[in-house]
T-cell receptor, first 114, second 110 residues
Framework: NAGVTQTPKFRVLKTGQSMTLLCAQD?????MYWYRQDPGMGLRLIHY???????AKGEVPDGYNVSRLKKQNFLLGLESAAPSQTSVYFC?????????????FGPGTRLTVL | RKEVEQDPGPFNVPEGATVAFNCTYS??????FFWYRQDCRKEPKLLMS???SGNEDGRFTAQLNRASQYISLLIRDSKLSDSATYLC???????????FGTGTRLKVLA
């Protein structure tokens, strides 16, 4: 099993450009999450999904959109990138079972917006 | 006040020492807690889950104090390889959202 994978690993964008980050998991997990991590800020939840076809806003959703068309994939879109979106983005997933709460993280995507 | 707070450190300790970190939470509805280890520029990896009073795994012990609303992580016999940032996270009952602290940095010195 590959676990949670993220594509791309690195990206540099210019202000105003758009891009999509892909998260894929092969563990048949129900829940998936997108976080951003900035120095001194910890992990902050952008959006999450509790199942195929569902999405919900997290703590810092502005400027991002997401889609979960397939259970194994969770896409994070930036429509018009801003320098404030320079960050490391982590995707995570967890099973849908109530008694298993542990999240599993992908390796991250380092995004720089110039 | 942040919902989950941690002392950022760094905690500099010699090899073999015992070190403890605390993590305080403000949401009394939080039911599940987690300690993650994060190495520089890497993803967080789960170290321990804490659902009741505590958990132990080898040199690592986590304790939960609901009355004072904090969890602690104790590392005994520190190794150089324990140097990392330790993140704590809380999950409130009936929710799907995890709240993370900003992390505590540990440096184990030879």
């Amino acid at each position: 099993n590959a676990g949670v994978t993220q594509t791309p690993k690195f990206r540099v964008l210019k202000t105003g450009q758009s891009m999509t980050l892909l998260c894929a998991q092969d563990m048949n997990h129900e829940y998936m999450y997108w976080y951003r991590q900035d120095p001194g800020m910890g992990l902050r939840l952008i959006h999450y999904s509790v199942g195929e076809g569902t999405t919900a806003k997290g703590e810092v959703p502005d400027g991002y959109n997401v889609s979960r068309l397939k259970k194994q994939n969770f896409l994070l879109g930036l429509e018009s990138a801003a320098p404030s979106q320079t960050s490391v983005y982590f995707c995570a997933s967890r099973p849908g079972l109530a008694y298993i709460n542990e999240q599993f993280f992908g390796p991250g995507t380092r995004l720089t917006v110039l | 006040r942040k919902e989950v707070e941690q002392d950022p450190g760094p905690f500099n300790v010699p090899e073999g020492a015992t070190v403890a970190f605390n993590c305080t939470y403000s949401n009394s509805a939080s039911q599940s807690f987690f300690w993650y280890r994060q190495d520089c520029r890497k993803e967080p990896k789960l170290l321990m889950s804490v659902y009741s009073s505590g958990n132990e795994d080898g040199r690592f012990t986590a304790q939960l104090n609901r009355a004072s609303q904090y969890i602690s992580l104790l590392i005994r016999d520190s190794k150089l390889s324990d140097s990392a940032t330790y993140l704590c996270a809380a999950l409130a009952s009936g929710t799907y959202k995890y709240i993370f602290g900003t992390g505590t940095r540990l440096k184990v010195l030879a």
